[in-house]
C-alpha cells in the first residue's frame, strides 16, 4: 500500500483534548508524525497581563484542567516572588498536599485514560472511580472539583475544614490498597506487556535535548525531579523517593507513574499528620492592600492604578504531575502583572513526538501517546 | 402429550391463522385456503417469522447480558432505568437509532455503503435457520448444517471490506484491511478446530453431534479444540482482545466509522447475531448442546421445553466468558494478533485433530473409559 498522512486529531479519541497528530504511514507503519496544536489557545499569558494577581488564579486553573493545583502553585509562587510576600508555613504545607493530591488525582486520570487506550475497559472506571473520591476531597476544602482557586498570593483562601485531615486519611488508605490492583491489571497482563514493552523508547539524552521533563525523562532513568533537586513549598521538609525505571519505554512511564503515585499518597499522609500538629494562620498577615480587594471601587480606578509598589521580577518551577512547568512573573509596580509567561512540560514532552513513535505501528500510537500524558490545556495555554 | 417442535408451532399457528380467515370466506375459497399447500406455505412463513422473532429478542437480551455484566465487572450498575433492571433499555436504543436520518459521505459509493451492512446483516440472521437449539427446534436434518453454519458465518469480511471501502475514509479502510486479514487468519483455525469435532462425532450434523455427546461432553477430550474455537470466534466476533478492526483509541470506530443510525443499528445486531451464533456453536460442538449430564437428576430435563430453557443457560453463560474476557483484556496488535493465529492457533488446531483421531482409533477418552459405539 503506498503511503499516506492521516490526521489524528482535533477530533479524534486518541488525542485526549484538541490537538492533531498528523501521522505519514505506510501500511500499519508509522514513517513520519508531525503534532499540530493550537486548537485550544486562549491567551492565557495575554490576559493575565490585564488581571489583578489573585484573578490570574483563575486562569491559572484552567491551565490544566486535570492538574489545576499545580498551574496555581506555579503561579502563586512566581507571583510572590514579584510581589514580595511570604506565605506562613502552614500555607506552604496546605499548598503541598493540594500539589499532592492534585497529582493524584491526575495521575488516577492519565491511568484511566491510558488503559482505555490500551482496550482495557475495566481499569479505566476503576482510576475513574478513585480518581473522584480525591476529587471529593478537594470539593471538601476547596468547593470544586476542578477549578479550586484555593490558593492566594501570601497563603490560602481558606484553612481546611473540621474532620478532613481523617477523611483525606480514609482516602489514602483505599488508594493505597488500590494500586496492587491496578498492578495486577496491567503488569499482570501478558498482552499489556506485549504491547507495551520495548514500546515509544526515548532515551535520557534525546529527553533532554529535547527539553522533556518528568515521569517521561525519569523513566529513562535520569533522577531530576524539582519536588528534590530544587525544593519549593514544604517538600525538603517531607520524606519521599523519586520514582525512576530505567526502560524509557512505555512500561518504564506507566511504573514511574505508578511510582509517583504511591510516594504521593506517602506525602500527603506526612503533611496531615503536621497540619494536625501545627495549627495556625493560613494566609500571610502583611499583604499590599489591593490584593485583598481586587476590584476596584467604582469612579476610584484611577486611585488604585497610581498606588506604587516595589518592583519585582519572579521566577518559579514546578514539578508538575506532566513534567517540569516554569513560570516567570514581572511586576513593574502596577496591579496588574506587567508580563506573565509559563513554559509548559507537555509542549516539550509532545514537541518530541517524532523521536518516540516513528517506526512503530499506527496501534502502537494510543498506548504511546498515552503514556505521555498529554494535557492540551497547558500546551495550547 | 405431543412434543412440541418448532414445525408443530408453526403447523399449528398457520393452521389457526388460515382457519380465522376460512371461517369468514365463502365455501370454496375456503377450501383453497384450508389447503394442505397453503398450510404448508403459511407455516413456513410463520417457521421463518418465528425465528427472526426469537433470533432478534435474544440479541437484544445478549445487549443487556453483556451490559449487566461488564457494569458488574466495573464496578457499576450497567442498564438500570428503562423497564425491569434495565431490560428495555436496548428497545429505547435501538428505537433512537431508528429514528436517526443516515447520511452517506458525499464521496462515499452508494451502493457499497449500503449493501455491506445490509448483507451482513442478512447474513448474520440466515445462519438462525441452520442451528439447532433443541431436539425438534431446527429447521430439519441437514446433514451439512455445521458446515452451511461456518460457510455463512464466514461470509463476514467480504461485506465488511465492501462498506469499509465504500465508505471513502481512511480510517474505515484501515478496519477492514484489519478485519479482513484477522477473519481469515482466524478461519483456519476455527475450521481445524471444528474438524476435531467432527472426527469424533462423525458427522457435520449438529444435531448428530449433539447426539453423541450423550456419552460425554466433547469439551472433555477436546479441551485444546475449546480453547482454539473459543479464541478464533473472539476474533471472528471481533470482540476485545481482539477487536483491533474498530480499536477506537487508534481508528476511531474502524470500518463502521461513517455509518450511523439504522446501518450503524445493523452492523451492531449483526456483531452480536455473531457473538449469539459463536456462543451457540461452542456449547453445540462441546458443551452438549441441549442436553444435561446423566448424573444430574432426571426432572430437571424432563419438563416441556426444557431443552431450550438448558440451552439458553448454556449459551448465555459462555457468552457471559467472552464478557469476562473483554472486561479483563486489553487489546492486541494485529501483527502480534496475525502472528499468534498462524504460528500457534493453527499448530494447537492441528494437534486437536490429531488427538481427536486418536481418540476414535482406540474407542477410548483417558478418564472417562471407553464406549463402544463411538465415531462413525
Known amino acids: 500500500m503506498s503511503e499516506m498522512w492521516i490526521n489524528m486529531g482535533p477530533q479524534h479519541p486518541m488525542t485526549h483534548g484538541l490537538w492533531n497528530l498528523r501521522v505519514r504511514i505506510d501500511g500499519e507503519m508509522i514513517r513520519d508524525v508531525d503534532p499540530e496544536i493550537g486548537y485550544l489557545h486562549r491567551g492565557i499569558e495575554k490576559i493575565s497581563e490585564d488581571r489583578h494577581y489573585n484573578e490570574v488564579i483563575t486562569l491559572m486553573d484552567r491551565c490544566c484542567y486535570v492538574a489545576g493545583f499545580a498551574w496555581e502553585h506555579l503561579y502563586i509562587l512566581a507571583a510572590e516572588q514579584a510581589l514580595h510576600v511570604t506565605p506562613p508555613e502552614r500555607a506552604e504545607y496546605l499548598r503541598t498536599m493540594s500539589d499532592e493530591l492534585q497529582r493524584i488525582a491526575s495521575h488516577l486520570m492519565w491511568y484511566a485514560a491510558f488503559v482505555q487506550d490500551l482496550g482495557l475497559m475495566s481499569p479505566f472506571l476503576y482510576g475513574m472511580r478513585d480518581r473522584d473520591l480525591v476529587l471529593d476531597l478537594l470539593q471538601d476544602y476547596t468547593g470544586a472539583r476542578m477549578t479550586y482557586e484555593y490558593m492566594r498570593v501570601g497563603g490560602v483562601r481558606s484553612d481546611l475544614p473540621a474532620g478532613f485531615t481523617d477523611r483525606a486519611r480514609k482516602v489514602l488508605d483505599w488508594l493505597s490498597d488500590r494500586f496492587h490492583e491496578y498492578d495486577q491489571l496491567c503488569l499482570g497482563s501478558a498482552i499489556f506487556r506485549k504491547r507495551c514493552d520495548g514500546l515509544g523508547v526515548l532515551r535520557a539524552n534525546d529527553a533532554v535535548a529535547h527539553g522533556v521533563t518528568g515521569p517521561m525523562l525519569r523513566s529513562a532513568g535520569l533522577k531530576r525531579d524539582l519536588r528534590k533537586d530544587r525544593p519549593y513549598a514544604a517538600y525538603d521538609r517531607l520524606e519521599f523517593d523519586v520514582a525512576l525505571a530505567d526502560g524509557a519505554d512505555v512500561t518504564a512511564r506507566y511504573l514511574v507513574r505508578m511510582e509517583e503515585l504511591r510516594q504521593s499518597v506517602r506525602i500527603v499522609r506526612q503533611v496531615l499528620d503536621w497540619l494536625d500538629r501545627h495549627p495556625g494562620p493560613s494566609v500571610a498577615d502583611r499583604l499590599p492592600r489591593w490584593l485583598g480587594a481586587p476590584y476596584a471601587p467604582i469612579g476610584n480606578e484611577g486611585y488604585l492604578l497610581k498606588r506604587s509598589y516595589p518592583k519585582g521580577i519572579g521566577f518559579s518551577s514546578v514539578e508538575e504531575p506532566h513534567g517540569e512547568a516554569q513560570a516567570y512573573v514581572v511586576n513593574d509596580g502596577g496591579e496588574h502583572p506587567y508580563r506573565v509567561k509559563f513554559r509548559s512540560p507537555v509542549f516539550a514532552n509532545i514537541s518530541a513526538a517524532r523521536q518516540y513513535l516513528v517506526g512503530y505501528h499506527v496501534a502502537d500510537i494510543p498506548p504511546i501517546m498515552g503514556s505521555v500524558d498529554v494535557c492540551v490545556g497547558e500546551v495550547d495555554r | ?376
Not at chain 2, 474505515?172 to 484489519?178: A, H
Not at chain 2, 483456519?188 to 453423541?212: C, K, M, Q, R
Open chain 2, 1 to 376: 402429550m405431543a412434543t412440541l417442535t418448532l414445525y408443530s408451532v408453526a403447523y399449528d399457528i398457520a393452521r389457526g391463522l388460515l382457519g380465522v380467515l376460512g371461517s369468514v370466506l365463502p365455501a370454496g375459497a375456503r377450501a383453497v385456503v384450508l389447503s394442505g399447500d397453503a398450510v404448508t406455505g403459511l407455516a413456513v412463513l410463520v417457521f421463518a417469522a418465528v425465528l427472526l422473532a426469537a433470533s432478534m429478542l435474544n440479541t437484544i437480551l445478549l445487549i443487556w447480558w453483556e451490559r449487566k455484566l461488564l457494569g458488574r465487572f466495573m464496578d457499576r450498575r450497567g442498564a438500570m432505568h428503562v423497564g425491569y433492571a434495565g431490560l428495555l433499555q436496548n428497545f429505547a436504543d435501538g428505537l433512537k437509532l431508528f429514528r436517526k436520518h443516515t447520511f452517506p459521505p458525499r464521496e462515499a459509493d452508494g451502493l457499497g455503503f449500503y449493501f455491506g451492512p445490509t448483507a451482513y446483516m442478512v447474513t448474520s440472521l440466515a445462519i438462525f435457520g441452520i442451528l439447532p437449539i433443541s431436539s425438534g427446534w431446527n429447521s430439519g436434518a441437514l446433514p451439512l448444517s455445521l458446515l452451511l453454519a461456518l460457510t455463512i458465518f464466514s461470509f463476514a469480511p467480504l461485506f465488511i471490506f465492501v462498506s469499509a471501502w465504500s465508505s471513502n475514509n481512511k480510517y474505515s479502510l484501515m478496519g477492514g484491511l484489519r478485519s479482513a486479514a484477522q477473519m481469515i487468519a482466524y478461519e483456519v483455525p476455527l475450521l481445524l478446530a471444528v474438524v476435531a469435532v467432527v472426527v469424533l462425532a462423525g458427522s457435520f450434523d449438529l444435531t448428530t453431534i449433539v447426539y453423541e455427546q450423550r456419552n460425554y461432553w466433547f469439551w472433555g477430550p477436546l479441551f485444546l479444540a475449546l480453547i482454539v474455537f473459543v479464541a478464533a470466534m473472539l476474533a471472528e466476533m471481533e470482540r476485545i482482545p481482539f477487536d483491533l478492526p474498530e480499536a477506537e483509541a487508534e481508528l476511531v470506530e474502524g470500518w463502521n466509522t461513517e455509518y450511523g443510525g439504522m446501518l450503524f443499528a445493523f452492523f451492531m445486531l449483526a456483531d452480536y447475531l455473531r457473538a449469539l451464533v459463536g456462543s451457540i456453536l461452542v456449547v453445540l460442538l462441546f458443551l452438549g448442546g441441549w442436553t444435561l449430564p446423566s448424573w444430574v437428576p432426571a426432572g430437571l430435563s424432563s419438563f416441556p421445553l426444557a431443552g431450550i430453557l438448558w440451552f439458553m443457560v448454556k449459551t448465555y453463560a459462555v457468552f457471559g466468558l467472552f464478557v469476562w474476557v473483554r472486561a479483563s483484556l486489553p487489546r492486541v496488535r494485529t501483527d502480534q494478533l496475525l502472528r499468534v493465529g498462524w504460528n500457534r492457533m493453527i499448530p494447537l488446531a492441528l494437534l486437536s485433530v490429531f488427538l481427536a483421531a486418536a481418540v476414535v482409533t482406540v474407542r477410548c477418552v483417558p478418564v472417562l473409559g471407553c464406549v463402544p459405539s463411538m465415531g462413525a
